[in-house]
Nanobody
Framework: QVQLVESGGGLVQAGGSLRLSCAAS????????MGWFRQAPGQEREFVAS???????IYYADSVKGRFTISRDNARNTALQMASLKPEDTAVYYC?????????????????WGQGTQVTVSS
């Protein structure tokens, strides 16, 4: 069973950058598609980005396209590089995994979740 631990969250000013990391343990990491989701207070968890286990399929939410970059090294690490951050990017960010060829964009497609890391963007 894959277990996920996120790190790298924090407080940043608008326009700044942060890099989130997700470390996986257990299971055969290379066969899992990985995703990042976020949840702001009072809102539903929403898709941010996902990447296939081969790294050749990558998807982004429209709201982060051109600002965020997802990557994986298959040494059990997945990263989300965030640039040009906006106050509306403030949320708890979750790393997630599922076994599938196509990296999912819906919460229900993922069955492994990390505990989340807080990202706060001040204006």
């Amino acid at each position: 069973q894959v277990q996920l631990v996120e790190s790298g969250g924090g407080l940043v000013q608008a326009g700044g950058s942060l890099r989130l990391s997700c470390a996986a343990s257990g299971g055969i990491f290379s066969t899992y598609a990985m995703g990042w989701f976020r949840q702001a207070p009072g809102q539903e968890r929403e898709f941010v980005a996902s990447i296939s286990w081969t790294g050749d399929r990558i998807y982004y939410a429209d709201s982060v396209k051109g600002r965020f970059t997802i990557s994986r090294d298959n040494a059990r690490n997945t990263a989300l590089q965030m640039a040009s951050l906006k106050p509306e990017d403030t949320a708890v960010y979750y790393c997630a995994a599922h076994r599938g060829i196509v990296p999912g964009r819906a919460v229900y497609e993922y069955d492994k979740w990390g505990q989340g890391t807080q990202v706060t963007v001040s204006s």
